[in-house]
Each structure stands twice: as structure tokens, then as C-alpha cells.
């Protein structure tokens, strides 16, 4: 069932990233920056790219849960066992600075697990995606899909993650560009005496957790607040790539639709073995 609806999402993530691009490129848009209640800045890209997505999966039979949607009392979300959690621009501080580190995350949430996502990075061209049963897939230069487009088609032209030339000879850190905290680096140093050669990565948004489903960073902790809509997508890819979203210091992964959007502090490595 979910790899019909595995198209549906790249659809939706591709013309978002369109919608955002445009806006991106256009050398008069200020963006229309506003604060919402928490001080995250808002733009015009995050409400259009919203407005896209929503009119795409609002076809579908699942409801949403979207950052700039409408939040609803967990009394009526507790009744939603699949459902779909999409961050429509995440990053938007990386998009505000131009730095065109910034995503659209969509995924499929079946019983509190993320079984299917989307991430698309628009100013890259470049697209992950994965269902639980398929696979995890990334497929560079892609802008829109043609009329004769499949998923089948997508598969084809993308290379399984994690990539072949994922091996490395040193153990690779990736950390947030905006949110470096005290907790974090203590953990980086906890790494430093682990292992002989520790190679540090800053990005930002979701790219992070696509890092190591892509098998070229090792691990991404992040001791900082997420929200639910942040780390979906990339979860269900981290999941179908072998790795796993660990709450920290736990050894069960981060759950979705809680009453509470906010996530724990959590790790995102490869898929630990049960002695």
C-alpha cells in the first residue's frame, strides 16, 4: 500500500521545492519574514510550500499533521493510526541566509513508526526516498516529474542507500550548523576518545540524518529540541537504509503522533544488534 503513495509524496515534495525555488531565486522577494509564537522565523516559501503539499496529500485518505498546518488536540490526532508529518521547508533560517541547505520533508507515520519519506533539497536537485519494504534511494538532478515518470523508473535511475562508497577510514560526526549545544560537544569529545580519527560535519535541516542513511557520516546526535515534523522524513529513510533515530541514552527509537510534538534528545546510527 505505501509505495503507492511513495510516488504521491515525491510528487508533492518536487512541486513544493518548486514553489520554494521560485520564491528562493526571485532577487526582489524579501521572503515576507514573520515571527510565529516560538520566535522561528516564518516565510512566504514555508506558507506556499505548505499550501502545495497539503492540496497533494489531502487526496490521499490519511490526514495531516504539517508545521504550518493546523494542530489538532491529541484527542483527535490519538484516533489517527496512519498519517502523514510533513515539515514543508525545513530549515528556513538556512533558507533566509541563502545557503541553500534547507528541505522538504514529508512521511508516512503507521502506528507511531515512519514507514515511508520524502526528502527533497531543492537548490541541490537532489531527492531521498524510501518505504520500509523498498528500500532507501537517493536520485540526483531531479527538478519535476514527466508525464511518463513511474516509481519504478525513479528506483532505477537512484542509487540504494547506503551508497557502495559509503566505507571510510575514519569515523564521521555530522552536527547542526545552527544548534552546536554544550551536550553535543561533550559527546563529540566522548567520540574523540573512542576513536583514533574523528572528522566533524556541520549542515544543516534534515540533510543530517540523509548523511548517515547515505553511509558518509557515521552518527548525528543532536542534544537539542526538534519537533515531531523535523525528523520523520529522514527517519523512515534512516530506517530503510539499515540505521535507526534512537532516543538518547535509550535503546528504543523516537515514536510520532505523540500528545507532546516535541522530540527527546536522540541519536541516528547504524541499527544496533540485540545480544
Known amino acids: 500500500m505505501e509505495q503507492k503513495y511513495l510516488f504521491v509524496a515525491v510528487d508533492a515534495a518536487l512541486r513544493a521545492g518548486e514553489k520554494i525555488l521560485s520564491i528562493y531565486n526571485d532577487p526582489k522577494s524579501d521572503f515576507e519574514i514573520e515571527r510565529k509564537a516560538d520566535n522561528s522565523p516564518l516565510t512566504i516559501a514555508d506558507r506556499k510550500a505548505h499550501e502545495t503539499i497539503a492540496m497533494i496529500l489531502n487526496e490521499t485518505p490519511f490526514p495531516v499533521l504539517s508545521e504550518e498546518g493546523k494542530h489538532l488536540d491529541y484527542e483527535v490526532r490519538k484516533g489517527w493510526n496512519t498519517l502523514w508529518i510533513v515539515d514543508p521547508l525545513d530549515?528556513?533560517?538556512?533558507?533566509?541566509?541563502?545557503?541553500?541547505?534547507?528541505?522538504?520533508?514529508?512521511?508516512?507515520?503507521?502506528?507511531?513508526?515512519?514507514?515511508?519519506?520524502?526528502?527533497?533539497?531543492?537548490?541541490?536537485?537532489?531527492?531521498?526516498?524510501?518505504?520500509?519494504?523498498l528500500g532507501a534511494y537517493k536520485l540526483s538532478g531531479i527538478t519535476a516529474l514527466d508525464d511518463s515518470a513511474s516509481l519504478d523508473k525513479l528506483i532505477a535511475s537512484s542509487v540504494r542507500l547506503p551508497g557502495k562508497d559509503s566505507r571510510k577510514d575514519h569515523f564521521v560526526i555530522v552536527a547542526s550548523r545552527s544548534h552546536l549545544t554544550p551536550e553535543t560537544e561533550t559527546y563529540i569529545n566522548e567520540m574523540k576518545r573512542k576513536h583514533a580519527d574523528v572528522e566533524l560535519i556541520s549542515s544543516g535541516s534534515s540533510i543530517k540524518i540523509c548523511l548517515v542513511a547515505e553511509g558518509k557520516a557515521d552518527v548525528y546526535p543532536r542534544f537539542a529540541p526538534t519537533m515531531e515534523w523535523d525528523t520523520a522524513a529522514g527517519h523512515a529513510?534512516?530506517?530503510?537504509?539499515?540505521?535507526?533515530?534512537?532516543?538518547?541514552?535509550?535503546?528504543?527509537?523516537?515514536?510520532?503522533?505523540?500528545?507532546?510534538?516535541?522530540?527527546?534528545?536522540f541519536i541516528v546510527e547504524k541499527k544496533r544488534v540485540n545480544h
Open 237 to 265: 529513510i534512516a530506517r530503510a537504509a539499515g540505521m535507526e533515530v534512537y532516543q538518547a541514552g535509550e535503546e528504543w527509537p523516537l515514536q510520532y503522533n505523540k500528545e507532546d510534538l516535541l522530540n527527546p534528545w
Open 91 to 133: 530549515g528556513t533560517k538556512e533558507f533566509i541566509k541563502r545557503n541553500g541547505e534547507f528541505t522538504v520533508n514529508i512521511a508516512l507515520v503507521y502506528e507511531g513508526i515512519p514507514v515511508l519519506g520524502v526528502i527533497y533539497l531543492p537548490v541541490k536537485q537532489e531527492l531521498y526516498f524510501a518505504e520500509e519494504s
